[in-house]
């Protein structure tokens, strides 16, 4: 089992709607939860943080955490084709290291 | 434009060769790391500086060799490397080790010829 796995994609979705990106960690003490985005050929861009249970909300995007399921999620509302790119999922656990999924690949149709 | 600094952007070495890699950060962050990330995969961490003291060295290989001058300079040296270390070279920093989410570089695009 990976210790952090993302759905995998291609997840495409027309534009306006909300396109819903997930991610389960398999580190029980696991404290911190990423959402990084990055465009082809870019280096990954910081776009989300969760350190506690619940939702928390930025602009159009966002990130809900499940501790005792081990689940987090990025939801991104009115998807417009500048939201095409890869999205990392990283986790830290106590230790301070920091593991990344795969990466799931959104595609905003116009 | 990013808060972390690498130099060069693209570098192709050949085998025998001698090269390093820069990054520089301003925002005084503590902790600098160094990712490769191959194409379509995630980034996989090399080296954690914590304070200026390597803190995780994650089995890399000793042509790779980190170095970090002061607390905002990481640098990376490069020697006799394959070409399947070709790669995307990440530079990122955060606050602490541990300490909140990363501000990566823009990356050096190595080619090994």
């Known amino acids: 089992q990976k210790e952090v796995e993302q759905n995998s994609g291609p997840l495409s979705v027309p534009e306006g709607a909300i396109a819903s990106l997930n991610c389960t960690y398999s580190?029980?003490?696991?404290?911190?939860f990423f959402w990084y985005r990055q465009y082809s050929g870019k280096s990954p861009e910081l776009i989300m943080s969760?350190?506690?249970?619940g939702d928390k909300e930025d602009g159009r995007f966002t990130a809900q955490l499940n501790k005792a399921s081990q689940y987090v999620s990025l939801l991104i509302r009115d998807s417009q084709p500048s939201d095409s790119a890869t999205y990392l999922c990283?986790?830290?656990?106590?230790?301070?290291?920091?593991?990344f999924g795969d990466g799931t690949t959104l595609t905003v149709k116009p | 434009d990013t808060e972390v600094t690498q130099t060069p952007k693209h570098l192709v070495m050949g085998m025998t060769n001698k090269k390093s890699l820069k990054c520089e950060q301003h925002?005084?962050?503590?902790?600098m790391y160094w990712y490769k990330q191959k194409a379509k995969k995630p980034p996989e961490l090399m080296f954690v500086?914590?304070?200026?003291?390597l803190s995780i060295n994650e089995s890399v290989p000793s042509r790779f060799s980190p170095e970090c001058p002061n607390s905002s300079l990481l640098n990376l040296h490069l020697h006799a490397l394959q070409p399947e270390d070709s790669a995307l070279y990440l530079c990122?920093?955060?606050?602490?080790w541990g300490g909140g989410g990363y501000t990566f570089g823009s990356g050096t695009r190595l080619t090994v010829v």
């Open positions: 990122a920093s955060s606050q602490d």
């Open positions: 580190d029980r003490v696991s404290q911190s």
């Open positions: 969760i350190y506690s249970n």
């Open positions: 990283a986790v830290s656990n106590n230790a301070g290291k920091s593991t």
């Open positions: 925002m005084g962050h503590r902790a």
């Open positions: 500086y914590s304070y200026e003291k």
